[in-house]
């Protein structure tokens, strides 16, 4: 519902965008809090590898809603036992290129290939049959272009899937 809310806030152009520096680890670990619970009913292991010290310059509302929607689609797609992490690193043009993989279900090429992309429908149920709609992903797209970066995923069907994105270093 939230990201509903999210997403038509900005096809009407209500979602105000005010960039500032903002700790990449703390955000994370923020969000990490509020979805710790779901993580552990599943015994799912979230780390962070995220230097404590990097920042980056972001909408520090947009940055929690994709680290949020991505973290929660970790949690969703991977089996009990399972581990999700965060990574982060510093790429040309002064970019900060985050991570967050998990040893899940995976995807088919095909399915990735549908990801980001309103017209295709991309919602499956999770690995204990949580629902899953795609418009988190949507919504994720948005937010990474309105920072000038860019969002993507590889995966392996049986393995597991990294979302990656790009935001500006702080």
């Known amino acids: 519902m939230s990201n509903l809310l999210e997403w038509a806030q900005i096809q009407q152009g209500k979602e105000v965008f005010v960039p500032g520096p903002v700790l990449l680890g703390s955000a994370v670990s923020q969000n990490v809090n509020l979805l710790i619970d779901r993580g552990n009913k599943k015994g799912i292991e979230i780390l962070s590898e995220i230097p404590k010290t990097q920042t980056v310059t972001a909408d520090e509302s947009m940055l929690n809603s994709i680290i949020r929607n991505l973290l929660s689609n970790a949690i969703k797609f991977t089996s009990k036992g399972g581990k999700v992490i965060f990574k982060s690193r510093e790429t040309e043009n002064n970019m900060i290129e985050i991570s967050v993989s998990d040893n899940g279900i ?53 393995e597991g899937s990294t979302f990656y994105f790009t935001v500006p270093a702080g």
């Not at 095909?110 to 049959?129: A, D, I, M, N």
């Not at 795609?134 to 860019?150: A, T």
């Open 106 to 158: 995976g995807m088919s090429r095909e399915l990735v290939s549908k990801l980001f992309k309103l017209e295709e429908k991309v919602g499956r149920p999770g690995t204990e049959g949580e629902a899953s709609t795609g418009l988190g992903l949507l919504l994720c797209k948005e937010f990474v272009e309105k920072h000038k970066g860019k969002i993507w995923a590889k995966s392996v069907l049986g």
